[in-house]
């Protein structure tokens, strides 16, 4: 017979101890190269098409398959997704990534906020389930960039109906064009030479 463990099995994830401390137990590790331009390059990102997708972890979320169709319409409509969060929020934004069928780009807990920041205030479009007093929110307001609250009350918990809203927030701005269906990287210009 095994002892006990002082270690959260799968029964006790470790999400759990870390939302009853109140705290997030991981930041990134800051390297001197770990700035906007950096992750621009290392995953591909464009600014043109990038859509954020922010979802929280919350006790009485279930908007993970929501959050996921929601990512894999616009991906299918040629929009770059990413999902951001804090490392803390590792369960959910990874239900979000695993539910999703399309190819997104994960960044959650993976760069500081200086880096989030940079990355919100030149995102497209930003959906995200908390926006009252979350730092998301803030920046977004901030540096004007498009934000959506995926609120079921107004949304009545359909996926078309917030693409929808999310298309039409998207087709508003001059500097928002997607690529190709289902394409999460576009070729570069000189790569197709």
């Given at each position: 017979m095994l002892a006990a463990s002082a270690f959260p099995t799968f029964d006790e994830?470790?999400?759990a101890e870390l939302s009853a401390s109140g705290a997030c137990a991981f930041e990134p590790v800051v390297h001197p190269e770990n700035d906007y331009a950096a992750l621009l390059a290392f995953h591909g990102i464009e600014p043109d098409r990038l859509v954020l997708i922010d979802p929280h972890d919350t006790s009485a979320s279930s908007n993970g398959?929501?959050?996921?169709?929601?990512?894999?319409?616009?991906a299918a409509d040629g929009w770059q997704i990413a999902i951001i969060g804090d490392a803390c929020e590792s369960e959910t934004t990874g239900a979000v990534l695993g539910a999703m069928q399309s190819g997104a780009l994960y960044l959650a807990g993976a760069i500081t906020a200086e880096v989030r920041a940079a990355l919100i205030g030149n995102a497209r479009l930003i959906l995200s389930e908390r926006?009252?007093?979350?730092?998301?929110?803030?920046?977004?307001?901030?540096?004007?960039t498009p934000l959506i609250s995926i609120d079921r009350v107004i949304f009545g918990g359909r996926a078309e109906t917030i693409v929808g809203a999310a298309l039409a927030e998207l087709h508003?701005?001059?500097?928002?064009?997607?690529g190709l269906p289902f394409t999460l990287h576009t070729p570069m210009l000189k790569d197709a030479a």
């Open positions: 994830p470790l999400s398959q929501l959050f996921a169709d929601i990512g894999d319409t616009l926006v009252e007093g979350s730092a998301v929110a803030r920046i977004a307001r901030e540096r004007g508003t701005q001059g500097a928002a064009h997607p």
